[in-house]
């Protein structure tokens, strides 16, 4: 029996200014399928979503929805042809309940039908499993019921096409099964599911079919039973993997006292327990443990993001006292924090402006960076860091999600750091940014640049580490090195670590 195709998009195409986004693409999503859309940041994914759903017109091609040949030219639009995306970030109100936000907008007599509503919303939780009650405060529920509070929300418009925009970012291991769940249940019912994520363990745990884009083309349709993981990679990025290969064991270095920059002792801040913390010049070390160790936090108190109370830090040998960034930044300390929307790009300005901003905090905004030594800094750190953008006034919240986090690293890489913090750099994107940016931080380590490195996949500490500190509940439980630099010892030590109370 012929599969019947919900969804088919035939020679797709969309130009921007200097960028042709998507060139003849096609994508066929059949009933009752996970389809997993694959690609590095900038392949056109995004371009591809928000065309299907009315947020981009498109420049050529046609869109059929069950053999109907439809014309897509706003999210409503999109919405009456059983078409809803659930994104990363919730759009739902946290101040509303959960009744309210899955019938906001359509219910104009809300007052009078609540109790209706809010049975009918129960009805539908219990129908799929969701671990809610309508009446409930959406903000009071998890992350995870969250997303799923916005995917009852689409199915009870009828969806036939449901867009998961990387769901599952936010979310820890227990709450990405429960999401897979839903998200089988809704392929049994016949659902189409387009998923989008950088998780590739995740692909192959749910999805039935990969489309994989580069460069806004398509390279090609696959079952995901016949395509192996490093094949997959090596679609994506275009290239064959002898990089992954020279990702082997780290060299094991060897430091002395001469070579410490930074030491902390009993170092705490308003969100960290007392820590003892030392990183050599040339060093990258890591923080790992679970979600909720105390990792972020730790390396917050080391730059002066959270309100430091208590510890004693010398840099170089000399005592410091560092209790908010900008005394941090003095001091030759960087730092990419963990969330890049909330933290670190300012969206609405250029990439030009995003990159500059650190130095120009160092330097004072009394002694402003001249327009053209700031167009020079950007130029040059674009080129180095092969930055994707039309030009350097682009807004930066136009660029893809390894494009944003290559110009935050553009940022402190500006200011010349001796110590660079990057938390968590690599998440949400692309596995050939992934590769530049392990690149770097090593290349940065050979010229004497103390890396302190995050990351939630141990694998990729693992590559790039030569010393990992291990926590557990907000305090250090181990520190390896050498031979136990292994994803085997850093779980038992998780595990079994005892605290030290340094």
């Known amino acids: 029996m012929a599969e019947h195709c919900l969804l088919e998009m035939r020679n797709i195409n969309k130009l921007f200014p200097g960028v042709k986004a998507l060139s003849n693409v096609d994508f066929t999503l059949r009933e009752g399928e996970i389809h997993a859309l694959m690609g590095e940041n900038g392949a056109g994914k995004s371009t591809l979503i928000k065309v299907l759903t009315g947020v981009y017109q498109d420049d050529g091609g046609e869109i059929r929805v069950d053999g109907q040949k439809i014309a897509i030219r706003s999210p409503q639009d999109a919405q009456n042809n059983g078409i809803s995306t659930v994104y990363q970030e ?174 902390a002792k009993k170092l705490s801040s308003s969100a960290a327990l007392p820590f003892n913390f030392t990183i050599h010049k040339g060093e990258v070390n890591g923080f790992t443990g679970l979600l909720g160790s105390g990792r972020s936090e730790s390396v917050r108190a080391i730059f002066g993001a959270d309100k430091v109370n208590g510890g004693n830090v010398t840099i170089n040998g000399k005592k410091v006292k560092i209790t908010k960034p900008i005394d941090a930044m003095k001091n030759g300390i960087g730092y990419l924090a963990e969330d890049r929307k909330r933290d670190g790009i300012i969206a609405d300005l250029s990439v030009r402006e995003n990159i500059i901003l650190a130095l120009q905090v160092m330097k004072g905004f009394f002694r402003p960076i001249s327009r053209s030594e700031a167009e020079s800094f950007a130029d040059e750190y674009i080129k180095v860091l092969n930055i994707k953008t039309a030009s350097r006034e682009t807004p930066i919240g136009s660029l893809s999600g390894g494009n944003q986090q290559k110009v935050i690293l553009a940022r402190w890489l500006l200011t010349h750091p001796d110590y660079l913090i990057l938390d968590e750099p690599t998440r949400g994107i692309d596995v050939g940014t992934k590769l530049e940016i392990q690149k770097l931080v090593l290349k940065l380590a050979e010229d004497g640049v103390a890396v302190t490195f995050i990351s939630s996949e141990i694998e990729e500490m693992l590559r790039t580490c030569s010393r990992l500190i291990v926590m557990r509940d907000r305090h250090i439980v181990g520190e390896l090195t050498g031979s136990d630099l292994n994803q085997a010892q850093v779980m038992k030590t998780i595990a079994g670590g005892e605290a030290d109370e340094g």
């Open 90 to 263: 919730i759009t739902l109100c946290p101040n509303l309940s959960v009744a309210e936000n899955m019938f906001i907008g359509r219910d104009k007599n809300a007052l009078v039908h609540k109790k209706q509503r809010e049975k009918r919303a129960n009805e539908l939780l219990n129908e799929l499993g969701i671990p809610a009650r309508g009446s409930q405060m959406l903000g009071n529920c998890s992350l995870a019921v969250q997303q799923m509070v916005a995917i009852a929300r689409a199915v009870d418009l009828n969806c036939k096409v449901l867009i998961l925009d990387e769901p599952t970012s936010s979310l820890d291991d227990k709450e990405v099964n429960v999401l897979f769940g839903l998200m089988r249940d809704l392929k049994a019912r016949g659902v189409g599911i387009i998923f989008v994520t950088h998780f590739l363990e995740q692909v192959y745990e749910v999805c039935d079919r990969i489309t994989v884009l580069r460069n806004g083309e398509l390279v090609g349709e696959y079952l995901t039973e016949e395509l192996p993981q490093v094949q997959l990679v090596a679609k994506m990025i275009g290239k064959d993997l002898d990089e992954l290969s020279s990702f082997g064991e780290v060299e094991e270095k060897h430091f002395s006292d001469e070579d410490i920059f930074y030491d």
